[in-house]
């Protein structure tokens, strides 16, 4: 998959882009969802930008299969809904691609932070249909998980 992303402004001297795709399926529990109510599934493409400044012992921000590890582990093959980042009840953890692409930013997020050399997710760029995507970008020193 060759694609060009929205791009981030920032300030750090690394920047690293990793791509990866998993399936998943998911369902919006609001009466206002139209259609999206019933549970129906996606492909999704995602891109995940991790910056920095400084780079760990072996040369790298993040190992590549890290990132992918974190998220398509967790979400490929799944019902988004029964994962308990997302909550039926309360319409901000919905699992909307909004909701996800901001859920995967905490999940690396929360690894990055474990790292001596402190990397950061500056966006994760969410496509649920070849026609529709989401750009999420963590604003500093703000995460929501």
């Known amino acids: 998959m060759q694609q060009i992303y929205p ?3 920032h300030s750090y001297a690394y920047e690293l ?3 990866f795709h ?3 399926a998911h ?3 609001s009466e206002e969802a139209g259609q999206c109510r019933r549970v129906h599934g996606h ?3 995602a891109n995940v930008t991790i910056a920095g400044d400084t780079l ?3 040369g790298f921000l993040i190992n590549f299969a890290t990132i992918k590890q974190l998220i398509h582990d967790r979400f490929d093959h799944r019902v988004l809904n029964e994962d308990a980042s997302f909550d039926d009840e309360n319409p901000e953890l919905f699992p909307t691609t909004e909701v996800a692409a ?3 930013a905490d999940i690396i997020q929360a690894h990055l ?3 001596p050399h402190r990397p950061v997710c500056v966006q994760v760029f969410l496509r649920e249909t070849p026609t529709s995507y989401v750009v999420y970008r963590p604003k500093a020193g703000r995460r929501h998980g």
Do not use: E, G
Request: aromatic share 16%.
């Open 7 to 9: 791009q981030v402004n």
């Open 113 to 115: 932070d474990t790292l």
């Open 43 to 45: 492909t999704y493409f």
């Open 27 to 29: 369902y919006i529990p």
């Open 56 to 58: 760990d012992s072996t």
């Open 22 to 24: 998993f399936a998943a």
């Open 102 to 104: 901001r859920t995967i």
């Open 17 to 19: 882009n990793k791509d």
